[in-house]
């Protein structure tokens, strides 16, 4: 990251969090800023907005009962990039501001080692060296990178298919509609990584906090980082 990126993310950190608040009570630890929060919403609503209409216009089973909600085929046809575009900018700026801690690491090749595992909740807690994010986290957010520059790539020969090539509207169609379903199939499992599967987790998205417990249990390394305390310890201690 460049240091006139830190710069800029320092500033937006800073004023978001004078305009919105995280309070972290004894037990917890602060996950996630407002800044992150309102970045990783505004990330949501648009992802969500452009799959809808998205959707309606991809297939005309969905295009019956989906276009109605935003206006009719022509106004779904016209939101469609416009909220493509704007998930884009709302993740460039996420990606700027989650790029450092998303590099991949030794640890995160061991993760992936140990997927299975994870997946099916054989171990109560993750590896000591899973820091603040894990191996599949850094996954699905270098394939939301990779899918972003596609949507965007693709998306425009599509939005302005009287001055491309057919050809190229040709391919563009295929490379969108594949990227939508990898991220469909992303956003479910995401979902319920971050609500039902791993309980604890959402309130990192809502308050901002997470407790002690969810971090040595889901991200020791990380916990051992902002506390300066044992993991292992705490853990075996609170059994
Ligand atoms: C609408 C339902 C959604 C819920 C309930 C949800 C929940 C969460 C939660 C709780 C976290 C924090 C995880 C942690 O701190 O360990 C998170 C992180 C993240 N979210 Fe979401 N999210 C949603 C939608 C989305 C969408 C639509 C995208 C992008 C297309 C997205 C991208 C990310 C990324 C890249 C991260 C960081 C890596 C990760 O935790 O997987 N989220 N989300």
């Known amino acids: 990251m460049s240091g006139q990126a830190e710069r800029f993310d320092d500033a937006a950190r800073r004023e978001f969090a004078r305009h919105g608040r995280t309070v972290v009570r004894p037990g917890t630890l602060l996950r996630h ?3 992150t929060r309102v970045l990783h919403w505004s990330v949501a609503i648009f992802f969500v907005l452009s799959l809808l209409t998205g959707f309606a216009i991809y297939s005309p089973w969905l295009y019956r009962w989906l276009a109605p909600l935003f206006g009719g085929g022509p106004m779904t046809r ?7 575009l704007a998930f884009d900018l709302a993740f460039f700026f996420q990606f700027v501001n989650w790029f450092a801690p998303m590099a991949w ?11 299975k595992a994870y997946a099916t909740n054989e171990e109560k807690v993750e590896a000591e060296d899973v820091g603040f994010f894990n191996g599949g986290q850094k996954l699905y957010f270098w394939a939301i990178v990779v899918s972003g520059l596609l949507f965007l790539v693709t998306g425009l020969p599509l ?29 479910i499992v995401h979902v319920y990584e971050g609500t ?8 990192s998205m ?11 249990t889901h991200h020791p390394a990380w916990y051992r980082e902002a506390t300066g305390r044992d993991p292992r310890e705490d853990y075996e201690q609170a059994k």
């Open 159 to 187: 939005w302005f298919d009287d001055a491309a090539p057919r050809w190229l509207v040709a391919l563009s169609y295929v490379v969108h509609d594949i990227a939508a379903l990898i991220m469909l199939a992303g956003f």
């Open 78 to 84: 016209f939101l469609h990039p416009w909220f493509g």
């Open 196 to 203: 039902a599967a791993q309980p604890g987790t959402f309130s």
């Open 105 to 115: 690491t030794a640890a995160d090749r061991r993760w992936l080692r140990r997927v």
């Open 206 to 216: 809502t308050d901002g906090t997470v407790t002690d417990e969810w971090a040595w």
């Open 33 to 35: 800023p407002v800044y």
